[in-house]
Each structure stands twice: as structure tokens, then as C-alpha cells.
């Protein structure tokens, strides 16, 4: 195990993690990014020690295979990823002006005192289940 | 009995479907037909099962679970199956009558379909020889006892004891599925019968058992859940004839019948059976005598009976538990005909109420005369069956003789004295001619027909049998008794001598009329103080409240918070792991991995990626990225996995570009950081996630000791998928399917992009073309965009058009050659889309806009198909999914080549992948939706924010 690598992959994940914990959505793709790289490298640092390209004919002993086809895929879906984040970061920056994500509203709501709460969408007390003895039913 | 409970189920989904559609008497003509039938074959195996015959079915279900459907058609299961459909049989036929023309029929066809449904679940509950099987048929059962209960769902009333009913027998099958969890664990079985094999004395059984009484107490309403039962008599009369008296609420006495041989030995069974039966049973006599309206009167009284019911099963003695089971038959007659009774007087009268009723007794004389006989049974009165049963239950009571049975023996004489005082005021209330002090009257305005007299006529004349032929009875539900406990034989006699029972049967009687008589003459009882409706509700509320502040401090609404959130908890599992002990494998560690050059490259990429977290600008940011993504491919060339290195290098170039059209619509610098934790905590919070995760990755990278999975692959790789390059052989054949799955994500995600984009180009307005397809906005060369990329450049345009094929030849090559050598189609659609990429660089958009020059959509499909119909190609041929075929073809000149279907499936990547990219550009580079809302119009909203 390269401890280069194993610093690498350190650093990519610390920066990838304090990128992601910011507002602002190009950074948190930037993080998303630099995460992947990192994902992709302890991946493949996990399979074993390094070798030759598993081509048969080749000398030495090979790199194993399956990491690196697992790590292929995940590079390619990275970009796919990565642009869909970029394209929610411009309609973001069509509708707002900005691209932050901003805290959700109803959620805030949520938190605020019981009675600003509008009854029955968000969970609150509805009216129906307010004390009303059952027992006077009747058959009709 | 798989078919007969099925078959209930079925008829329930056909009577709900058809809704109104066959008319009132059609209606329940067809939901007679079902319990009509069952009762008829039950009844049929009578003599079998008194015979010793035992029938059982088992249809598995989920075997790797041990989940299955198992009935068992023991003499207890019989009993219950005939009380089932039996009454499911009558309580159906009087209904016919019951529900007038003012019942609308969508309402009628939702009570027969729930009804038929309910008897379908009940009777798969009392055959169940399953755990799992009864699990399944008692929550049915709750189910829809919860839809009959508010069948009128626009009364509050009754939505709201629906949902009580609901809330409290559903959270006792909660704890009923726990309890028999743990049971069926220790037991080893999921077999009811075997589940004596689980060790009593275990501490797990002892908590499973409690979970167990739990739901129980729950589904019979026992004291403290006895609450639910009066409140579902909003039902209809019916519902509570069936379900409230006779059925369901029998439940869990029958799973205590079922339980109580093989675990009254436990030290605490029997003292919490008598202590909380006996409650049950005190308490709902009480209630009783303080009702007016005689359903809820009913109702109490049923409470009172089922802990009587609870104390005789949960005592678990052979005599017990037969006179147990004589009761159980009882009561389900008399209290199903007393309910039917009064929905007569109702159904004629107009009220309940007792106070109000004047005049019935001498308009209906024989209904007056069937509910005397009914409420004589509940009394205990000679010849009758009530009077047979509670003997037995007074004289096992008697026998017994150890401490807890005498406790019990003083609680039922005490309820039966109560039971005797409410009997009397519900008889004497619904049709004495007393002096009424009331000033509304209310008195029969039409008799009632066969239809509604019958049935209770049927279940009076049950009751009178049963006492007289006593001794028979007797003998044969001691075959039920007996499947219980094989010691349970069943002795019922009408006379057997002056005995310490008779007496206390007459003291009980003589007891209750004079407490009737002294009640009468007083103003009643006083409402009670505690309600547990009251209680039950402020639980409720209590819980919603709990949960809503809960929610609040979680649901905090901000996605840094939740982040930092899932970060934590990462730390926190990589500590928890590491402190469990985890150290460097036997793979050991090196400072430089085998290779100088690595260990720098892997440095320069830190210092990269610590740079991009310091920029202040998106660009620098964005080309620091690029710089680490470069370094990575570096380090995948020096690992030995070209292939990975190839990809690397192209994805990470078109990123790039993909990163500059974006960026360039938005500011330069980064809006504040968020306010809630300060910078030291988030750099806390990174340092420890990449600290814990370096140490797992040296952690899991030495750890290797068994041999990997790629020896077999690497040996198989050409003799079986024709390839020699092991990477393309594990994407197009090992893991097809997995890369199958891949290229669809990657599918959606283009969709997804250009789906943002047009929604983005709409609100601008300047999508004015239907379709709102930016290739399609413009046909015909436009004028430089004033945001494209840089100058236009005559020179690159030229250059690029020239090589611009070339590079898509070196792009099939690399697909083609791929299976062989790195490449793929992967990396060889990633190599098209550069070519398209330069294109866009030196010509600036509108050569990607050129009307269907570029079918994007086209090129997803084609390549989605290809890689499918090349799978399917080999499923048709009897292979599995995606199996590789091989195939030497000889040509003239070129010699013998080696095809493989994979190669097909490459293709298809190759395709997807060029129609991704190109799509992904097309959308993000169309120049048209480049204007900062903010300038372009003035009425795009300001930011919203709670900033």
C-alpha cells in the first residue's frame, strides 16, 4: 500500500467534504468532483498492490481487473452526474438569480410556533382527530 | 381452506369492484354465497374432526423466510370456523333486511365487500397453524374491522373510532408481531403448536410472551385498551353483531387458549391473566350499568364478558379452558342475537335509548321474548346454554382450588352479579312499559320483518339446544377443547346436583336482580371520572406535538446542515470501526508504493486539490479540478490500469468545457458561506473525514488475504468471452447487465440535463420555437455569439475540420480494437465527442445548432437498443442475458477474424456515449439562455431567501 496514495486519497475526500458543506452549487459539484477522484482511487488502491495492464500477453503481474472496470463506469457516470448537477446550477441561477441552495421554507416553517402552521398539509393536528367521543354512531 | 379463505378475499374484491351495479338484493345475495358455502363444507367436517381427523395445508410462500400459509383443521379451529362463517352466514342475511332504501348502495356494496373481506381474514386467523399465517389474517382483520367501522366516513364520529379502533388493536400487532418473532426464534419453529419447544424460562421468550399478551389484550380489549371497543360501535349493527361480539374481539382470547397450555407455568402468566381479565371484567360491568343507549350497553357488557373469557383461557387449567371454550360458543350465540335485538328495536323505533323507549315490549312481543331469552343466557339462567357454561366455569373454578383460580372464582361471582344488574336494565329498558322520564317518547312506527327476526330467532333457538342437550355438546366441544389441551376434556350438564356452583349461581342471580332494583330506583350511576378515549387522545396529540418538535430540530431545512450531518455520522461508524480493532493487513505498506514518480504525481494532486478548496474564483477552481483529474490519470497509467487512464483523460477534459459553458453565465466569486457553523468546525469536520478514510483505505487495502475473484476472471477471459483485454471483457461480458445499467443512468442524466435547459430557456422566453430544442432555434449560420469561447479563429476551424474525421476514425478503432487492448466504447464514444467538442471550440456554436444535424436523442436510442438487442439476441437463443457467442469467420484476402457479440454491445456503449456527450453540450452550450435573469428581465423574482 503506497502511503502517497493513501494520503491522496485523504486529502481529496477533506477537500471534497468542505467543499460540499457550502451553499454555493458549483462548489458543491466541485466537491462532488474532487469526492470521485478520491472514490475512484481507494477503490482501486483497495484491489491490491499495483501491476501490469491486465492485458493477456502482458508480463508481470496485473493490476486486478475488477476494480478498474467498476472505476470506469464511475468515471464515465461522474461526468453524466456532474453535468446534471452544472445544468440544476443554471436553471437555479435562471430562477434566482443565484446558485445557492437555499434552506426549504416549508421546512421552516415547520420549526416555527404550532399555531402558525397550517393544519392538515403538514402533518399538524387535524381537525378530525380533536377530541370527539365516539360511541353516538348510529346505524344510518 | 387455502381456497375457502382465498375464495372470501376474491368475492370481497368482486362486491367492491361492482360496486352498485347489482342492486340491493343482488348485493347481498352475492355476499351470502361465499361464507354460505364455507359454513357448508365446515359443517360437512364435523364428523371428521370428531373423529380424530385433523386436515392441514401448507402453501409456502417465502421459503429462504420460512414464511407460509399453514391451516390446520383441528377440533379448536372447527369450533371457530363454524362460529365464523356460521354467524358470517346470519349477521349477512339480517343485514338484507337492515339496511333500507335510505342506505345509499355505494355504502351497502363497501359494507358487504369489507364485511366478506373481514370474515375471509377471521377465518384464515382461527386456521392459521402458521405464526406468520396468523400475523398476516390478524392485522387483516384490523384492517377491515377499521374500514366497517367508518363506513359512514363523512361522520366525524365515526372516522374518528375508526381510526382510534385502528391505532389501538394496529399497535398491538405490533407488539404481537415482536412477540412471535422472538418466540418463533427461540422455539426454532414457526409452527404455533411448536413453539412450546422454546424454553420458558429465557429471558427473550418471557419478553416475547408479554408482546404477545400485549396485542392480545389489545385486539380483546382488555383493561387498559378496553376503550376502543364501545367507541367501534359506530359501526352498523350488523358490523358489531359480527365483529365486536362474536369474531374478532375473540381473537385474542383465542391466541391465549392457544398459548395458555404451553405457558401457564410461567411465574407471572397467571396472576397478570386473572389480574388484568379480572379488571376488564369489573370494569365493564361498571360501565355497563351506567349506559342509556343500549348498543354501548352491549358493548361494555362485551368487555366485561371477554375478561371473563380471558381469565377462564389464561388460567390455563384443562377444566378451565374447557369451560372456557363452552363460554366462548356462548356468548358469541347470546350477545350476537342481543346485538341483532336491539337493531331491531332501532331499526323500528328510531332510538337506543332506553330512557326513551316506551310500548315495544307489547308491539314486538317476540322480539322481547328472544332477547329474554338471549339476555337469561348472559344472566345464567337454566335451561339455557349461558347457564351451562358458566356452571362449568364456576365448578373448574371450584376444583382448582390453588390461589389464583379462588381470586378469580371471587371476580367472576362479583361480574356476574354486575353482568345479571345490566341484563335486567337492558331488558327491562328496551320493553317494560315503566313510567318513562323522558319527554320524547319514542315507541315502534312498523314491525319488524322475517328477514330481521329470523336470524335471531336461529341464535336463541342455538341457545336453547345447547342447554338442553347439554351432555352432547358437552362431549363434542371437547374435541375442541381437547386440540387446545389434550387434558381439556369437556363435561357440560344441565343438573348436576346441589353443588357449591348452583349455590353461587343463585346467590349471583339473586344478587344482581336486587342490585338492578336498587339502581332503578336511584338517579344511576355517576359518569365516570377517567376515560380512556380521553386518555387515548391526549396521547395522540401528545405524540403529534413530540414528533412535530422533533421534526423541527432535524428537518432544520438546510443542506449544509444535513451534509455535516451524514458526514458526522461517518466519522462516528469509522471511529466505532477502528476502535473495534483494525489494523494494517498482511499487505503491508510502503512509503513510495514501487514508484517515485507515483508518490510525486500523488503530492502535486494534493497540493491541487488543496489549492481548488483556497480559490476565491470559480475558473481557478475549475482548472485546479482539471489538474487533479490529470494527475489522477497519471496515477491510473502508473498503477497499470491504462484503460482507466484513457477514460480519465477524456472525461476529464470534457468536463472541462462542460464546467466553462456553465460558468460562464454566473458570478465570478462564491456567495458568503453558510452562517451556521463557523469555518472551524466544517475544516474539523473535512480534516476528520479525510483522516478516517485514509486510515479505512489503508485499513482495507492491506487486508487482502484470499485470493481475488479476477484470477478465475483473467484465466476465463479468452477461451470463454474472446477478448484478451481483462477491463473490456468484465464491462461488455462479465458484468454486462451492470454496464447495461450504467449507460441508462447516463441516458437519464442527458434527459435530465436538457430537460433543465429548456425549463431554463422557457421562462427566458427565448424558447419561442414549439419544441423548445435549442439545435432546432436557429436554421442557418448566426453571428458569433458575444459569450462564445474565445475569438473565432480561422486557422483552428480550418485544422479541425480537417481532422475532425480522423479523430472519429481514431474513435472506432479505439472501440473496436478495445476488447483486445485499452479502448472500449467507453473511451472510443469519448474520443467522438472531442471531435465534436473542437468542432464547437473553433466554430462556436452554431455548428451544433444546425438543425438535425446532430439527433442527439437518436444516438441515446440506437445505442440503448444496440446494447439490449444484443443481450436479448443471446436470450433468444436459449443463453442467458448478454452471453458472448464467438464466431470465426474466414474472408478472402484478410483472413480468418474472430467476431464477438460483445462487440455489438460495445458499440451500443460507443453510440450512447457520443449521444450523451453531444447532448450534453448542445444543451449547455446553446448560447440562447445566457442572460442573467436579473438583467434580462425585470420581473424575475429577487432571491428568496431566509439569508
Not at chain 1, 502511503?3 to 452549487?25: C, D, E, N, Q, S
Not at chain 2, 384492517?143 to 373510532?161: C, K, P
Not at chain 2, 367501534?232 to 362474536?246: N, R, W
Not at chain 2, 461480458?733 to 450504467?742: A, H, I, K, M, S
Amino acid at each position: 500500500m503506497s502511503l502517497p496514495l493513501v494520503a491522496l486519497i485523504g486529502v481529496l475526500f477533506a477537500t471534497g467534504t468542505y467543499l460540499m458543506l457550502h451553499r454555493t452549487i458549483t462548489r458543491i459539484v466541485l466537491g462532488v468532483a474532487v469526492m470521485g477522484n478520491g472514490v475512484n482511487l481507494l477503490l482501486l488502491t483497495a484491489g491490491g498492490r499495483r501491476g501490469t495492464a491486465p492485458v493477456i500477453g502482458g508480463e508481470g503481474t496485473f493490476t486486478d481487473p475488477v476494480p478498474q472496470a467498476l472505476v470506469l463506469t464511475a468515471i464515465v457516470i461522474g461526468f453524466a452526474l456532474q453535468a446534471f448537477l452544472l445544468a440544476l446550477a443554471w436553471r437555479n441561477w435562471t430562477v434566482d438569480g443565484n446558485d445557492e441552495v437555499e434552506d426549504d421554507l416549508s421546512d421552516r416553517r415547520l420549526a416555527g410556533p404550532m399555531d402558525d402552521a397550517d393544519g392538515g398539509t403538514d402533518g399538524g393536528v387535524d381537525a378530525d382527530t380533536q377530541p370527539d367521543p365516539p360511541g353516538e354512531g348510529g346505524p344510518r | 381452506m387455502v381456497l375457502l379463505v382465498t375464495s372470501h378475499i376474491l368475492a370481497a374484491a368482486l362486491l367492491l369492484g361492482l360496486g352498485a351495479r347489482l342492486g340491493r338484493r343482488g348485493t347481498i345475495a352475492a355476499a351470502l354465497v361465499v361464507p354460505g358455502v364455507a359454513a357448508a363444507w365446515f359443517a360437512s367436517q364435523i364428523g371428521g374432526v370428531l373423529d380424530g381427523a385433523e386436515r392441514s395445508q401448507r402453501w409456502t410462500w417465502l421459503p429462504d423466510l420460512d414464511v407460509a400459509l399453514s391451516f390446520r383443521l383441528d377440533g379448536f379451529a372447527l369450533l371457530m370456523a363454524l362460529v365464523v362463517t356460521g354467524m358470517g352466514t346470519l349477521v349477512l342475511a339480517y343485514s338484507g333486511s337492515y339496511f333500507g332504501p335510505e342506505v345509499p348502495l355505494e355504502r351497502l356494496s363497501r359494507f358487504a365487500g369489507g364485511f366478506v373481506a373481514f370474515a375471509g381474514a377471521m377465518l384464515g386467523l382461527v386456521l392459521a397453524d402458521d405464526t406468520w399465517t396468523l400475523f398476516i389474517f390478524w392485522e387483516a382483520t384490523t384492517i377491515t374491522s377499521f374500514v366497517l367501522i367508518g363506513l359512514d366516513h363523512e361522520g366525524a364520529g365515526a372516522r374518528s373510532a375508526a381510526q382510534q379502533a385502528l391505532l389501538v388493536t394496529g399497535a398491538g400487532g405490533l407488539a404481537l408481531f415482536g412477540g412471535l418473532a422472538l418466540l418463533a426464534d427461540a422455539a426454532g419453529t414457526t409452527s404455533l403448536a411448536g413453539l412450546s419447544a422454546a424454553p420458558a424460562t429465557a429471558v427473550v421468550v418471557q419478553v416475547g410472551l408479554v408482546l404477545v399478551l400485549v396485542g392480545a389484550f389489545t385486539k380483546s380489549a382488555q383493561f387498559p385498551f378496553q376503550f376502543w371497543l364501545p367507541g367501534a360501535m359506530a359501526a352498523p349493527t350488523p358490523v358489531s353483531a359480527f365483529l365486536h361480539s362474536a369474531t374478532m374481539v375473540k381473537a385474542g382470547v383465542v391466541l391465549v387458549g392457544r398459548l395458555a397450555p404451553l405457558f401457564a407455568e410461567v411465574s407471572w402468566w397467571r396472576p397478570t391473566l386473572v389480574v388484568v381479565g379480572g379488571l376488564t371484567m369489573l370494569t365493564g360491568g361498571i360501565s355497563a350499568l351506567r349506559q342509556h343507549d343500549a348498543k354501548l350497553l352491549l358493548a361494555h357488557g362485551t368487555v366485561s364478558q371477554l375478561g371473563l373469557l380471558m381469565v377462564l383461557f389464561g388460567l390455563g387449567h384443562p377444566a378451565t379452558t374447557a369451560a372456557g371454550v363452552a363460554l366462548l360458543v356462548g356468548h358469541a350465540l347470546f350477545k350476537a342475537a342481543l346485538f341483532l335485538a336491539v337493531g331491531i328495536v332501532d331499526h323500528a323505533t328510531g332510538s337506543r335509548d332506553i330512557r326513551r323507549l316506551t310500548g315495544v315490549g307489547r308491539r314486538l312481543p317476540w322480539v322481547a321474548a328472544m332477547t329474554a331469552v338471549a339476555a337469561a343466557s348472559m344472566v345464567g339462567l337454566p335451561p339455557l346454554l349461558g347457564f351451562v357454561a358458566k356452571e362449568a366455569a364456576l365448578d373448574a373454578l371450584v376444583e382448582e382450588g390453588d390461589a389464583w383460580s379462588v381470586v378469580a372464582l371471587v371476580v367472576v361471582v362479583v361480574g356476574s352479579v354486575l353482568t345479571t344488574a345490566y341484563s335486567a336494565r337492558l331488558w327491562f329498558g328496551l320493553f317494560s312499559d315503566g313510567p318513562g322520564p323522558t319527554d320524547e317518547p319514542a315507541t315502534v312506527r312498523h314491525p319488524p320483518s322475517v328477514g330481521l327476526t329470523g336470524p335471531v330467532g336461529v341464535l336463541v333457538g342455538l341457545t336453547i339446544a345447547g342447554g338442553l342437550l347439554a351432555g352432547p355438546l358437552g362431549d363434542r366441544l371437547g374435541v375442541a377443547s381437547e386440540a387446545l389441551d389434550p387434558a381439556a376434556e369437556g363435561h357440560l350438564t344441565l343438573w348436576a346436583g346441589l353443588h357449591l356452583p348452583l349455590f353461587l349461581s343463585v346467590g349471583i342471580v339473586a344478587a344482581g336482580a336486587g342490585l338492578h332494583l336498587l339502581l332503578a330506583r336511584s338517579p344511576g350511576l355517576p359518569a365516570a371520572r377517567l376515560s380512556g378515549t380521553r386518555a387515548f387522545q391526549s396521547t395522540l396529540d401528545g405524540l403529534l406535538v413530540g414528533a412535530r418538535r422533533v421534526t423541527a430540530i432535524v428537518q432544520s431545512g438546510s443542506l449544509p446542515a444535513y451534509m455535516a450531518v451524514v458526514f458526522v455520522v461517518l466519522i462516528a461508524a469509522m471511529t466505532a470501526a477502528f476502535v473495534g480493532g483494525a489494523g494494517i493487513g498482511p499487505g503491508g505498506t510502503s512509503a513510495t508504493g514501487g514508484s517515485v514518480l507515483q508518490a510525486a504525481v500523488a503530492v502535486l494532486a494534493a497540493a491541487m486539490a488543496a489549492a481548488m478548496v483556497v480559490a476565491r474564483r470559480r475558473f481557478v477552481a475549475v482548472l485546479m479540478l482539471g489538474a487533479v483529474g490529470y494527475a489522477m490519470a497519471a496515477i491510473f497509467m502508473l498503477y497499470g490500469a491504462p484503460d482507466l487512464a484513457l477514460t480519465q483523460v477524456l472525461v476529464e477534459t470534457i468536463t472541462l468545457v462542460v464546467f466553462l459553458l456553465v460558468l460562464r453565465h454566473l458570478p465570478e466569486g462564491y456567495s458568503p458561506p453558510p452562517e451556521w457553523a463557523p469555518r472551524a468546525v466544517r475544516i474539523a469536520i473535512s480534516l476528520a473525514v479525510g483522516l478516517g478514510v485514509a486510515t479505512f483505505a489503508l485499513v482495507a487495502g492491506t487486508a487482502r488475504t484470499t485470493s481475488p475473484v479476477a484470477d478465475e476472471i483473467v484465466a476465463r477471459s479468452e477461451p470463454d468471452a474472446g477478448g484478451r483485454n481483462v477491463v473490456n471483457v468484465i464491462l461488455v461480458d462479465v458484468r454486462g447487465v451492470d454496464t447495461l445499467g450504467e449507460i441508462t443512468v447516463l441516458a437519464i442524466a442527458a434527459a435530465g440535463v436538457a430537460n433543465l435547459v429548456r425549463a431554463a430557456r422557457r421562462d427566458h422566453g427565448a424558447g419561442t420555437d414549439p419544441l423548445g430544442d435549442p439545435h432546432l432555434s436557429g436554421a442557418g449560420p448566426q453571428p458569433d455569439p458575444p459569450d462564445a469561447i474565445g475569438a473565432r479563429s480561422v486557422i483552428f476551424d480550418q485544422v479541425s475540420r480537417a481532422v475532425f474525421t480522423l479523430i472519429l476514425l481514431v474513435s472506432v478503432y479505439v472501440t473496436l480494437r478495445g476488447h483486445n487492448a485499452p479502448g472500449g466504447g467507453f473511451a472510443g464514444g469519448l474520443i467522438a465527442g472531442m471531435a465534436f467538442v473542437m468542432r464547437y471550440l473553433a466554430a462556436g456554436s452554431p455548428h451544433l445548432r444546425r438543425p438535425r444535424a446532430l439527433p442527439t436523442s437518436g444516438l441515446i436510442a440506437t445505442g440503448l437498443l444496440l446494447a439490449v438487442g444484443t443481450g436479448l439476441t443471446a436470450a433468444a437463443t436459449g443463453e442467458e442475458f448478454l452471453t458472448s457467442s464467438i464466431a470465426e469467420v474466414g474472408l478472402p484476402l484478410i483472413g480468418t477474424v474472430k467476431l464477438v457479440s460483445s462487440t455489438v454491445f460495445d458499440i451500443g456503449v460507443y453510440v450512447l456515449v457520443l449521444g450523451v456527450v453531444l447532448s450534453v453540450l448542445t444543451h449547455l452550450g446553446s448560447e440562447s439562455s445566457g442572460h442573467p435573469p436579473g438583467l434580462a428581465e425585470p420581473g424575475a423574482s429577487p432571491r428568496a431567501g431566509a439569508r
